[in-house]
């Protein structure tokens, strides 16, 4: 299978959310600090609960489970 590279309309880039510097910054901080970062983007959110833990996470076989803001309610 070939990789193909299909380039963003100039439209869309004058559009975009972030551009590419912000995204490798904003990539870099969510591996550097998961919980700070993805704690920070969901205070975006309006929660009518707040959650006070942004993730739990057991890869143990016996426990295994990923659950994000779970004490909260949107």
């Known amino acids: 299978m070939s990789e193909q590279i299909i380039p963003v309309l ?5 559009r975009a959310f ?3 510097s912000e995204y490798a910054a904003r990539y870099g901080a969510s ?3 998961p919980e700070g970062f993805w704690g920070k983007e969901a205070g975006r959110l309006d ?3 707040p959650f006070t833990k942004v993730s739990d996470v ?3 076989a016996k426990d295994l489970h990923i659950r994000w803001f779970e004490d909260g309610a949107l």
């Open 31 to 33: 591996v550097e600090d």
């Open 47 to 49: 929660w009518l609960k």
């Open 58 to 60: 057991s890869f143990d």
């Open 18 to 20: 972030v551009g590419a």
């Open 10 to 14: 100039e439209d869309w880039k004058k």
